[in-house]
């Protein structure tokens, strides 16, 4: 069964860099937007970013100059790059596509 399937986050320092990637099995999205969200303990999922097939995007304004998303359709990949890492950063990072829905997320910690 095709799904999504995130990877690249861990724990970094603040004002660190991480690439998030979500992987969609089966040549599922290179023809649709994906979005990234993100969920912090105890808040609701917030949208971070989004891509359309054309390559549009969108972002959060907290996200806005510091998370470039891009996509790779050759290889199924959509990647959020995130810097100028913060300790509010720290959530659990899903992608999202209206075919497949949600992938298990990544967790990302800021942290000295």
């Known amino acids: 069964q095709a799904q999504l399937v995130e990877s690249g986050g861990g724990l970094v320092q603040p004002g660190g860099s991480l690439r998030l990637s979500c992987v969609a099995s089966?040549?599922?999205?290179?023809?649709?937007?994906v979005n990234w969200y993100r969920q912090a303990p105890g808040k609701e999922r917030d949208l971070v970013a989004s891509?359309?097939?054309?390559?549009?995007?969108h972002y959060a304004g907290f996200a806005e100059g510091r998370f470039a998303i891009s996509r790779d359709n050759a290889k199924d990949t959509v990647y959020l790059q995130m810097s100028s890492l913060k300790p509010e950063d720290t959530a659990i990072y899903y992608c999202?596509?209206?075919?497949?829905?949600w992938g298990q997320g990544t967790q990302v910690t800021v942290s000295s």
């Open positions: 999202f596509n209206s075919k497949l829905g």
């Open positions: 089966e040549n599922t999205i290179r023809d649709r937007t």
């Open positions: 891509i359309t097939a054309g390559g549009r995007v």
